[in-house]
C-alpha cells in the first residue's frame, strides 16, 4: 500500500466539507427538535393527532443530531478549525432557537422564565464553547509559528 | 520539518501536512506491522492510520508523537497478535548481560530476517528499541510496561536473537 492509496482511504475523515455536513446536520436536528418542543410544551390544548406529529417530529430531529454527534465523534473527528467552525455553527444555532423562541413567546403575549432560562443557559454554553475552540486553536497557531523553521532565523 | 510542527499543523486541520505525515511515517508503520506480523499487512495499517487521525485532535503533547503513535500501532498489532499472547509469559532473566558483540556484527537485514523467529513480546522490544531508536522510556509508554521489564525483555530478545542467529549458522 503507498502513502497515496492510505490518504484515498482516509477521505472521510479528512474531508473538512463531511465534518461540516455532519456538524449541521446535527446542529439542525437539534434546533428543530427544541423549537417543535417548545411549541408543544408551550401550545395548550392540543388534538392527539397534533401531539403525535409533534412526538414524531422532536423524534427525527433527535435521531439526526444524535447521527451528526457520532459521526463527528467516532468517524470524522474535530480539528482544531472545525472546532471553531463548529462553535460558530453552535451560536448560529443558538440564535435560530433564540428567534424561534423568542417569535413563540411574542405570539402566546406570555412570557416563559423556564424557556428564557433555557435559552439564555444554551447561550452561555455556546460563547463559552466558542471561547474556548478559538483559544486552543491560537495555541496551536502559537506553537506552529514558534517551531516553524523561519522563527528560528528571526 | 520536525514532527512536532508536522503534528501541530494536522492539529489545526491542515490538509497538507496530513499528507505529509502520512509519507513520512507510512514507511515506519509498514516496516512495524511486517515486522511484528512476519508479513506485509495492508488492513492493519490502514486501521492504525484510521485510529491515528482520529485521535490526533486528543494529542496533548505533539513533542511526543513518536511514542503514542508506535502506541496505536501496537494496538492494532496486538489486536492481530492475541493468539500468539494467550501463551504464558516466561519469567523475566533478570541477570542476563546484554551480547553487545552480536548487536555490532549482525546486518539489519540479517537482523530483520531473524527477528521473524522470535516471540512477539521480544520482538516489539527489539524493533522499537533498535530499529526505531526509541528510548527505553517511551518503549515502556508503548507496551505499557515498567522500565525494569523492557530491559529484561531486551536481554531475553537478544540472547534468543543470538540462538537463532547461531542456529542459522552466522558466528555471534
Known amino acids: 500500500m503507498t502513502p497515496e492509496e492510505v490518504l484515498s482511504r482516509l477521505e472521510a475523515p479528512l474531508s473538512l466539507r463531511k465534518r461540516i455536513a455532519y456538524l449541521t446536520v446535527a446542529l439542525a436536528g437539534l434546533t428543530a427538535s427544541a423549537l417543535i418542543g417548545l411549541l408543544w410544551a408551550t401550545e395548550p390544548d392540543l388534538p392527539l393527532r397534533t401531539e403525535v406529529a409533534f412526538a414524531v417530529l422532536v423524534t427525527i430531529g433527535l435521531c439526526w443530531a444524535a447521527f451528526g454527534g457520532w459521526a463527528v465523534t467516532r468517524r470524522t473527528p474535530l480539528f482544531a478549525r472545525d472546532r471553531v467552525i463548529a462553535a460558530w455553527l453552535g451560536a448560529g444555532a443558538w440564535l435560530t432557537l433564540t428567534i424561534g423562541a423568542s417569535a413563540i413567546t411574542i405570539l402566546r403575549h406570555e412570557f416563559e422564565p423556564a424557556v428564557a432560562g433555557i435559552v439564555l443557559t444554551l447561550g452561555v454554553l455556546a460563547a463559552v464553547n466558542l471561547r474556548a475552540a478559538r483559544r486552543a486553536r491560537a495555541a496551536l497557531t502559537r506553537r506552529k509559528t514558534e517551531l516553524s523553521p523561519s522563527a528560528g532565523e528571526r | ?172
Not at chain 2, 58 to 77: E, G, I, N, S
Not at chain 2, 87 to 93: A, D, H, K, S, T
Open chain 2, 1 to 172: 520539518m520536525s514532527d512536532e510542527l508536522l503534528v501541530v499543523r494536522c492539529q489545526l486541520g491542515e490538509r497538507e501536512a496530513f499528507t505529509e505525515l502520512v509519507q513520512g511515517w507510512h514507511p515506519k508503520v509498514e516496516r512495524y506491522v511486517g515486522r511484528m506480523l512476519g508479513a506485509p499487512d495492508d488492513d492493519v495499517v490502514q486501521e492504525i492510520w484510521l485510529a491515528v487521525v482520529k485521535g490526533l485532535p486528543r494529542l496533548r503533547h505533539p513533542d511526543r508523537f513518536a511514542p503514542w503513535f508506535f502506541t496505536v500501532a501496537r494496538r492494532a498489532v496486538m489486536n492481530r497478535l492475541r493468539e500468539a499472547y494467550t501463551r504464558p509469559e516466561p519469567e523475566p532473566i533478570d541477570d542476563v548481560q546484554g551480547d553487545d558483540a552480536a548487536e555490532g556484527v549482525v546486518h539489519r537485514e540479517t537482523l530483520a530476517v531473524a527477528l521473524a523467529a522470535i516471540p512477539a513480546r521480544e520482538r516489539e522490544v527489539l524493533l522499537l528499541f533498535y530499529l526505531e531508536d526509541l528510548p527505553l522510556e517511551a518503549c515502556a509508554q508503548i507496551c505499557a510496561v515498567p522500565v525494569g521489564t523492557v530491559k529484561s525483555r531486551l536481554n531475553r530478545a537478544r540472547r534468543l536473537l543470538r540462538q537463532e542467529l547461531v542456529r542459522k549458522g552466522y558466528e555471534a
